[in-house]
């Protein structure tokens, strides 16, 4: 399997993007204001890059007044999910963002907005040309993992038929790989699928 930048990234198609600004306007993470500072102060990479170019809107509704239609779009998915916390949800802009929407760092930008959208599960902005590419990238996965219990239940009944050690330590090794790759999607929810 390739890594990362090889596999999703490589094939992510950027010429979906409206470049409407949207998805630099406002911004969200799954971790809250006081989270994120914590961990900049751990000089944890991701936070302090993140921290670095997005400033927090001072409330929901200020960010509402910048794009509702996005933050609330945001809130009904996460609550459709059970992961709401108002307490926790902190909205941010992009500092370098410029009226005509490109970016003012485009070419010093960092991994984080070379990597937008960075997983199929990324939240978009409503008519985001990446919307479509997205649904069908999660249903790919979806179906990878669909695949993999599949196989898995099917060596479950070779098990049950073989005694042999050597066979059973082969039986042992794939289920091994197959059982990481459901966990890899768990954050995802791929052991409901």
Not at 112 to 127: D, E, K
């Amino acid at each position: 399997m390739g890594s990362y930048e090889d596999t999703y990234l490589a094939k992510r198609p950027q010429e979906l993007c409206h470049m409407c600004g949207r998805c630099c306007r406002v911004v969200t993470t799954s971790k809250s204001y006081e989270e994120l500072k914590a961990l900049q102060a751990q000089n944890d990479i991701g936070a302090c890059e993140f921290l670095k170019i997005f400033e927090p809107y001072p409330s929901i509704e200020a960010a509402r007044k910048v794009d509702k239609e996005l933050v609330d779009n945001v809130i009904n998915l996460l609550k459709e999910d059970g992961n709401y916390d108002e307490s926790k949800m902190t909205f941010y802009g992009c500092k370098y963002l410029q009226d005509d929407n490109l970016c003012s760092i485009y070419e010093e930008r960092p991994v984080l907005c070379r990597h937008c959208p960075s997983t199929p599960w990324s939240i978009v902005p409503p008519g985001c040309g990446f919307e479509g590419w997205l649904f069908m990238e999660r249903e790919n996965a979806k179906q990878k993992v669909r695949k993999a219990k599949e196989d898995l239940l099917e060596l479950q009944l070779l098990k049950q038929k073989k005694t042999d050690e050597e066979f059973l330590k082969k039986v042992a090794s794939v289920e091994h790989k197959i059982l990481n790759t459901i966990e890899l999607y768990k954050k995802y929810g791929s052991y409901d699928w």
